[in-house]
Nanobody, 119 residues
Framework: QVRLVESGGGLVQAGGSLRLSCAAS????????MSWFRQAPGKEREFIAT????????FYADSVKGRFTISRDNAKNTVYLQMNSLKSEDTAVYYC????????????WGQGTQVTVSS
Protein backbone atom coordinates (compact mmCIF):
# COMPACT_ATOMS: atom_id res chain seq x y z
CA GLN A 1 0.00 0.00 0.00
CA VAL A 2 1.24 3.50 -0.84
CA ARG A 3 0.10 6.59 1.01
CA LEU A 4 0.35 9.98 -0.71
CA VAL A 5 0.06 13.27 1.14
CA GLU A 6 -0.03 16.60 -0.70
CA SER A 7 0.88 19.96 0.80
CA GLY A 8 1.70 23.47 -0.28
CA GLY A 9 -1.62 24.70 -1.59
CA GLY A 10 -3.05 28.08 -0.71
CA LEU A 11 -4.19 31.44 -1.98
CA VAL A 12 -1.98 33.36 -4.40
CA GLN A 13 -2.44 36.34 -6.70
CA ALA A 14 -2.40 35.93 -10.43
CA GLY A 15 1.16 35.89 -11.72
CA GLY A 16 2.44 34.42 -8.49
CA SER A 17 4.00 31.06 -7.70
CA LEU A 18 3.38 28.07 -5.47
CA ARG A 19 5.18 24.78 -4.94
CA LEU A 20 3.19 21.68 -4.15
CA SER A 21 4.72 18.63 -2.50
CA CYS A 22 3.59 15.01 -2.52
CA ALA A 23 5.18 12.76 0.08
CA ALA A 24 4.93 9.02 -0.51
CA SER A 25 5.11 6.47 2.28
CA UNK A 26 4.46 2.78 2.71
CA UNK A 27 5.52 0.53 -0.12
CA UNK A 28 7.74 2.51 -2.47
CA UNK A 29 9.26 1.30 -5.70
CA UNK A 30 11.63 2.67 -8.26
CA UNK A 31 9.45 1.84 -11.26
CA UNK A 32 6.42 3.85 -10.18
CA UNK A 33 5.08 6.75 -12.24
CA MET A 34 3.96 9.83 -10.33
CA SER A 35 1.57 12.40 -11.71
CA TRP A 36 -0.31 15.52 -10.75
CA PHE A 37 -3.95 16.08 -11.60
CA ARG A 38 -6.36 18.88 -10.78
CA GLN A 39 -10.10 19.31 -10.58
CA ALA A 40 -11.88 22.63 -10.72
CA PRO A 41 -15.47 23.05 -9.50
CA GLY A 42 -17.92 21.63 -11.98
CA LYS A 43 -15.17 20.22 -14.20
CA GLU A 44 -13.66 16.81 -14.74
CA ARG A 45 -10.32 15.84 -13.27
CA GLU A 46 -7.52 17.02 -15.55
CA PHE A 47 -4.03 15.57 -16.05
CA ILE A 48 -1.26 18.10 -15.38
CA ALA A 49 2.17 16.47 -15.37
CA THR A 50 3.95 13.15 -14.90
CA UNK A 51 7.41 11.90 -13.93
CA UNK A 52 9.04 8.55 -13.32
CA UNK A 53 10.86 7.85 -10.06
CA UNK A 54 13.76 6.48 -12.09
CA UNK A 55 15.09 8.61 -14.88
CA UNK A 56 14.14 12.18 -15.73
CA UNK A 57 11.33 11.65 -18.20
CA UNK A 58 8.54 14.20 -17.77
CA PHE A 59 5.39 15.12 -19.65
CA TYR A 60 3.02 18.07 -19.30
CA ALA A 61 -0.43 19.07 -20.35
CA ASP A 62 -0.47 21.91 -22.87
CA SER A 63 -2.36 24.10 -20.42
CA VAL A 64 0.61 24.23 -18.01
CA LYS A 65 3.60 23.64 -20.28
CA GLY A 66 6.25 26.29 -19.74
CA ARG A 67 4.71 27.43 -16.44
CA PHE A 68 4.71 24.30 -14.26
CA THR A 69 7.64 21.99 -13.50
CA ILE A 70 7.40 18.52 -11.99
CA SER A 71 10.41 17.11 -10.15
CA ARG A 72 11.23 14.47 -7.59
CA ASP A 73 13.56 13.82 -4.67
CA ASN A 74 13.97 10.06 -4.45
CA ALA A 75 15.81 10.26 -1.13
CA LYS A 76 12.76 11.96 0.39
CA ASN A 77 10.18 9.96 -1.60
CA THR A 78 8.68 13.29 -2.58
CA VAL A 79 7.41 14.73 -5.84
CA TYR A 80 7.05 18.46 -6.38
CA LEU A 81 5.03 20.67 -8.67
CA GLN A 82 6.48 24.15 -9.10
CA MET A 83 3.77 26.44 -10.43
CA ASN A 84 4.75 29.82 -11.86
CA SER A 85 2.81 32.55 -13.64
CA LEU A 86 -0.39 31.32 -12.08
CA LYS A 87 -3.70 32.25 -13.65
CA SER A 88 -7.21 32.32 -12.24
CA GLU A 89 -8.04 29.27 -14.35
CA ASP A 90 -5.43 27.30 -12.40
CA THR A 91 -7.74 27.42 -9.39
CA ALA A 92 -8.55 23.82 -8.47
CA VAL A 93 -7.91 21.00 -6.04
CA TYR A 94 -4.60 19.43 -6.96
CA TYR A 95 -3.99 15.72 -6.49
CA CYS A 96 -0.91 13.56 -6.81
CA UNK A 97 -1.29 9.98 -7.94
CA UNK A 98 0.87 6.91 -8.51
CA UNK A 99 0.71 3.97 -10.87
CA UNK A 100 2.98 1.03 -11.64
CA UNK A 101 3.52 0.29 -15.33
CA UNK A 102 2.34 -1.46 -17.38
CA UNK A 103 -0.90 -0.49 -15.65
CA UNK A 104 -2.34 2.74 -16.99
CA UNK A 105 -4.75 3.18 -14.11
CA UNK A 106 -3.66 5.12 -11.05
CA UNK A 107 -4.05 2.95 -7.97
CA UNK A 108 -2.95 5.49 -5.38
CA TRP A 109 -4.24 9.01 -4.80
CA GLY A 110 -3.61 11.74 -2.28
CA GLN A 111 -6.34 13.66 -0.51
CA GLY A 112 -5.80 16.81 -2.57
CA THR A 113 -4.69 20.34 -1.78
CA GLN A 114 -6.60 23.49 -2.73
CA VAL A 115 -4.96 26.12 -4.92
CA THR A 116 -6.82 29.38 -5.35
CA VAL A 117 -5.55 32.08 -7.70
CA SER A 118 -7.11 35.51 -7.28
CA SER A 119 -7.25 37.87 -10.22
Amino acid sequence: QVRLVESGGGLVQAGGSLRLSCAASGRTFSAVVMSWFRQAPGKEREFIATIRWSGSSTFYADSVKGRFTISRDNAKNTVYLQMNSLKSEDTAVYYCAARVPPKVEYDYWGQGTQVTVSS
